[in-house]
């Protein structure tokens, strides 16, 4: 009986790991991830961040393992979070649940949108953190009329999410140059043409982008900082009473041979 279920808990391990490792490799093929410029203890950031959640994401996404009551840690009050980022409650103790019936959800995109609570933490790989790859996967879409709604995604190809930022960045195409590879001619990305503009500039829209990453990262965690914070202070007491316990240990056994 013993062996039987050790050979069904390896063979689920291998199975779960490989079924990962696919998920990983669709996600981040043909592109390099760019480095999130995480700020979790930026309040104004995490606070602008949680205004594009709320605005764009929390149509279609849900945050079920967060409550509204939560954003009172990023030093907004109740009434500013009733005024401002509650739609679809008047509870402060509801958790964050998406406006979307989730069957129209299904045969709109061909499933139902994940939950984004843990997204920050579960696109984690190799490659580099969840916050990267967020921070790469909302600045890489562009146009392509061959998908059901209109946009694809160079981090994670062939996805089923539109671009529902498209307002503020506008639309854009990659742009490809052949190049020898290997005695191989390969398409190598160079860049973006810009075909309209949208309401932000780059530069803003990156921000954008930056702010909403960082409030997702916040959400997966939201004591994060206080937990490193802690951790250091225990550390620091662990090395000095390390010190104290070593000195009182040699005082002790000195006249002892």
Known sequence: MLKKFMQWALATTLTVSALGMAGQAVAHEGVALDKAPLRTNDLASLQRGAKTFVNYCLNC?????????????????EQQIKDNLMFTTDKLGDTMKASIDPRQAKDWFGANPPDLTLIARSRASDSGSGADYLYTYMRTFYRDDTRPTGWNNIAYPNVGMPHVLWELQGSRRPVYVKEEEHGHEVEVFKGWEQITPGTQTPLQYDQTVADLVNYLQWMGEPNEDHRIRLGVWVLIFLLGFSIIAWRLNASFWKDIK
Not at 62 to 76: E, G, I, M
């Open 61 to 77: 996404h849900s945050a079920a393992f967060n409550r509204y009551v939560a954003l009172t840690q990023l030093d907004l009050t």
